[in-house]
């Protein structure tokens, strides 16, 4: 269903949520047992929280950082980047994952929508710079020596990419989404946007999402164990003959 709707020349838009990276070992945040229950998110992912106690919020992103080092893709991850060679141009990967997973399968067209663990901001001059080591108050960038910051997209800061990366990749494309909750905005609005321009939506989860009747196929599974077999089928249909 989805390579027919790819064809030949078809561009397909692929949104992954905390259930691909769940797999390989990271908690989500709001799944039983994860991270909100542990922690309040007004304490530790919000400006004001990095206002308040710049300490403990570098600590808690500092964690999460050096928790990369325990994990690894694993076959979703690897089956997207596969897929990605097969497409090229015609594919762009969407995350709001903050962790480096993809990166380290293979996936190059890439939108971090959430930020990234393995960098980090300067809050006055806004340069990104690659960080993987345990991030200091007193850590300053080298450009104008303003104060670091993780580089996250915390409650209340808009999303990176939603002016303009975003809507030229979901334009016209076939959309697949995976491991996601539907419930987290604006990610969770991009099936609509897709469907209300006619094209085919499908995902894959462990259950259904909570906006699970805008999607004409569903594939309820582990993306590790049902990626690679729907992928192939999508990546085989579009091999040149």
Same mark, same amino acid.
């Given at each position: 269903?989805?390579?027919?709707?790819?064809?030949?020349?078809?561009?397909?838009?692929?949104?992954?949520?905390?259930?691909?990276?769940?797999?390989?070992?990271?908690?989500?945040?709001?799944?039983?047992?994860?991270?909100?229950?542990?922690? #309040?998110?007004?304490?530790?992912?919000?400006?004001?929280?990095?206002?308040?106690?710049?300490?403990?919020?570098?600590?808690?992103?500092?964690?999460?950082?050096?928790?990369?080092?325990?994990?690894?893709?694993?076959?979703?991850?690897?089956?997207?980047?596969?897929?990605?060679? #097969?497409?090229?141009?015609? @594919?762009?990967?969407?995350?709001?994952?903050?962790?480096?997973?993809?990166?380290?399968?293979? =996936?190059?067209?890439?939108?971090?929508?959430?930020?990234?663990?393995?960098?980090?901001?300067?809050?006055?001059?806004?340069?990104?710079?690659?960080?993987?080591?345990?991030?200091?108050?007193?850590?300053?960038?080298? &450009?104008?020596?303003?104060?670091? #910051?993780?580089?996250?997209?915390?409650?209340?800061?808009?999303?990176?990419?939603?002016?303009?990366?975003?809507?030229?990749?979901?334009?016209?494309?076939?959309?697949?989404?995976?491991?996601? =909750?539907?419930?987290?905005?604006?990610? &969770?609005? @991009?099936?609509?946007?897709?469907?209300?321009?006619?094209?085919?939506?499908?995902?894959?989860?462990?259950?259904?999402?909570?906006?699970?009747?805008? @999607?004409?196929?569903?594939?309820?599974?582990?993306?590790?164990?049902?990626?690679?077999t729907v992928l192939e089928a999508i990546g085989g249909a579009q091999a040149p003959a």
């Amino acid at each position: 269903m989805i390579a027919e709707a790819l064809g030949g020349s078809g561009r397909l838009a692929v949104l992954t949520g905390a259930g691909i990276s769940a797999e390989s070992g990271l908690k989500t945040f709001r799944d039983p047992g994860g991270l909100w229950q542990q922690y #309040r998110l007004e304490e530790l992912a919000t400006p004001e929280a990095f206002r308040a106690h710049p300490e403990r919020v570098l600590e808690f992103y500092n964690m999460r950082r050096a928790k990369l080092s325990e994990v690894h893709p694993n076959a979703g991850h690897v089956a997207l980047a596969a897929l990605e060679r #097969r497409l090229e141009e015609r @594919f762009t990967l969407i995350t709001q994952n903050v962790d480096d997973l993809h990166e380290r399968a293979g =996936s190059r067209r890439l939108l971090h929508m959430h930020g990234e663990l393995k960098n980090v901001r300067c809050v006055r001059c806004a340069a990104v710079v690659p960080w993987t080591a345990a991030l200091r108050l007193g850590d300053r960038c080298a &450009a104008c020596q303003g104060q670091l #910051r993780p580089h996250i997209v915390w409650f209340g800061e808009v999303p990176f990419f939603l002016d303009d990366a975003i809507p030229a990749a979901l334009a016209g494309a076939t959309f697949l989404s995976i491991g996601t =909750s539907g419930t987290v905005y604006p990610a &969770a609005g @991009f099936v609509a946007a897709v469907k209300a321009q006619g094209g085919l939506t499908a995902e894959v989860n462990l259950e259904p999402s909570a906006n699970a009747e805008l @999607f004409d196929l569903q594939v309820l599974g582990k993306a590790g164990e049902v990626l690679p077999t729907v992928l192939e089928a999508i990546g085989g249909a579009q091999a040149p003959a």
